[in-house]
T-cell receptor
Framework: GAVVSQHPSWVICKSGTSVKIECRSL??????MFWYRQFPKQSLMLMAT?????????EQGVEKDKFLINHASLTLSTLTVTSAHPEDSSFYIC??????????FGDGTRLSIL | AQSVTQLGSHVSVSEGALVLLRCNYS??????LFWYVQYPNQGLQLLLK??????LVKGINGFEAEFKKSETSFHLTKPSAHMSDAAEYFC??????????FGAGTRLTVKP
């Protein structure tokens, strides 16, 4: 149980395009979803926290207009990297949780911007 | 604010040897503590968690960790390393499972 699916797992696109990443909780309804960014050989850095039906809470230094988060249902959150540039290349990981339970992580999305 | 410090970015052990990955935490409230494992190009898998019950926590794959409040530590151990244990390990602290902060990670290498 408690499976979180991320799609796509790998995406390569040209600079200037927008990329959408989906995060789904497959067998449970997640009260909260999280988006992390991980640079090579580094730890996970929390980007934002989102609750279904409300605006995401972004961490300091994360551009809201750059990283658009939509959490339309209890099983789906999306992260859209708008007008992506090479410096946005990274490994993006989502997680989902039900109240007072540990976060369950997706397998991540490797984003490469040419 | 909570934080964790993982001592040693890289640990190398021989197959069959003891694995010890160190984690120290800082928290102003009783913490929830976690260890996660990450294999290449994958997300994080929960190994074990401490939530103020027993101080010795047993997890999956033979790993365990002991919460020591006096030392503010939550070190991860496994008596005998397997080749399949080679991965990146992250310690994390949370006050309520929501605001989770990760350590920098420790890469475990297992030599045959």
């Amino acid at each position: 149980g408690a499976v979180v699916s991320q799609h796509p797992s790998w995406v390569i696109c040209k600079s200037g395009t927008s990329v959408k990443i989906e995060c789904r909780s497959l067998d449970f309804q997640a009260t909260t979803m999280f988006w992390y960014r991980q640079f090579p050989k580094q730890s996970l850095m929390l980007m934002a926290t989102s609750n279904e039906g409300s605006k995401a809470t972004y961490e300091q230094g994360v551009e809201k207009d750059k990283f658009l988060i939509n959490h339309a249902s209890l099983t789906l959150s999306t992260l859209t990297v708008t007008s992506a540039h090479p410096e946005d290349s990274s490994f993006y990981i989502c997680s989902a949780m039900v109240s007072n339970q540990p976060q369950h992580f997706g397998d991540g999305t490797r984003l490469s911007i040419l | 604010a909570q934080s964790v410090t993982q001592l040693g970015s890289h640990v190398s052990v021989s197959e069959g040897a003891l694995v010890l990955l160190r984690c120290n935490y800082s928290s102003s409230v009783p913490p929830y503590l976690f260890w996660y494992v990450q294999y290449p190009n994958q997300g994080l898998q929960l190994l074990l968690k401490y939530t103020s019950a027993a101080t010795l926590v047993k997890g999956i794959n033979g790993f365990e960790a002991e919460f020591k409040k006096s030392e503010t530590s939550f070190h991860l151990t496994k008596p005998s390393a397997h080749m399949s244990d080679a991965a990146e390990y992250f310690c994390a602290v949370s006050d309520n499972n929501n605001d989770m902060r990760f350590g920098a990670g420790t890469r475990l290498t297992v030599k045959p």
